[in-house]
């Protein structure tokens, strides 16, 4: 029994010293194993390099040179850039011309509201059982799909003295009602900014009936055998449990407010009081070649957006609702 005990713990000595073929770098099962929790570690950050990377690229760095040119009197093509320190700034707020378009988008502000409550209408019915709800949904949806350009040209012909509106308005004998609705400075932001509550309402109406649609149908259950009716639910049940939403979308329609662009320039090209803070940060820059002015004017939108953000976060925070 000895010479065969010896005999077992020689052979078991001599397979230990043979190379493992599975393993022929003759590491261990658990060194590999080490090595491949290490590379699975690395493996997130490998695929954010390259997005990150363009990120940094292609946004960060662009706003950080729009921060520089902000503070100089560069025209976008001289090589030199002197530095005149707050001048720009300075000019942003004396400017009555450049004040007149933060009048001009009081006109959007007030619009993104409209939209708003049109969108929380729309999707507080539509998240009821009724007949043809897809097809409401698709109707109200629609106009975000199109085009900017395109809208604007389709309301630019629908809109002019003698096109679609006024050929309306004269059949059903509302001739009093005609107007110059893009011509006359008095109501042509009044036209364009209910042409961008008519394109981005369907953008708002998917957020908030998405958010509705989360909620679970129990409440709704509990809630009826309480009462309640369908302004008691949409009260107490419906905008408190969409609140995050309802801040997104009012953060949105805000900064959104502030940079319209492309309604405005395709109708008007910013004529008869019309132009926007966009509009004119652009025509500063290449058309009275004021490159270093019009990063100004658009530092100034980028801490706009950032106040509104934050003021909103402070005055309606979010708060964690359990409606389990």
Request: hydrophobic content about 50%; aromatic content about 14%; glycine content about 8%.
């Amino acid at each position: 029994m000895t010479t065969a005990a010896s005999s077992f713990t020689g052979q078991v000595a001599a397979a230990a010293s043979e190379p493992d073929l599975d393993h022929p770098t003759g590491k261990t099962p658990g060194g590999v194993g080490r090595g491949s929790a290490r590379y699975r570690r690395l493996t997130p950050y490998l695929f954010l390099l390259i997005p990150v990377g363009l990120l940094l690229l292609l946004t960060y760095t662009p706003v950080v040179n729009m921060f520089w040119y902000s503070v100089t009197d560069w025209d976008g093509l001289d090589k030199t850039k002197n530095f005149i320190g707050a001048e720009n700034y300075v000019e942003v707020f004396t400017d009555p011309e450049n004040l007149r378009v933060f009048y001009v988008s009081l006109f959007y502000v007030v619009g993104s509201f409209v939209q708003m409550a049109l969108a929380l209408y729309f999707a507080t019915i539509l998240s009821a059982k009724i007949r043809f709800k897809n097809m409401w949904k698709g109707i109200l949806f629609f106009p975000y799909l199109i085009n900017g350009v395109a809208i604007g040209l389709i309301f630019l012909n629908f809109l002019k003295p003698g096109g679609g509106l006024d050929t309306v308005l004269m059949n059903t004998g509302l001739e009093s009602l005609i107007h110059q609705w893009t011509g006359d400075p008095d109501i042509a932001n009044y036209s364009l900014a209910a042409v961008s509550v008519w394109r981005y309402t369907g953008l708002t109406f998917v957020m908030f009936l998405g958010a509705i649609q989360s909620i679970n149908s129990e409440i709704y259950e509990a809630a009826a055998l309480d009462g309640a009716n369908r302004w008691d639910e949409f009260w107490h049940i419906i905008l408190p449990s969409i609140r995050p939403i309802v801040g997104l979308a009012f953060i949105l329609g805000i900064s959104g407010s502030l940079s319209v662009f492309e309604i405005p320039f395709v109708m008007t090209n910013g004529a008869n009081g019309t132009e926007t803070f966009v509009i004119r940060t652009v025509w500063m820059a290449f058309e009275r070649n004021m490159v270093g002015l019009a990063s100004a004017m658009a530092v100034v939108l980028l801490i706009f957006v950032l106040l509104v953000t934050w003021l909103q976060r402070r005055l309606v925070p979010e708060e964690e609702v359990d409606l389990t």
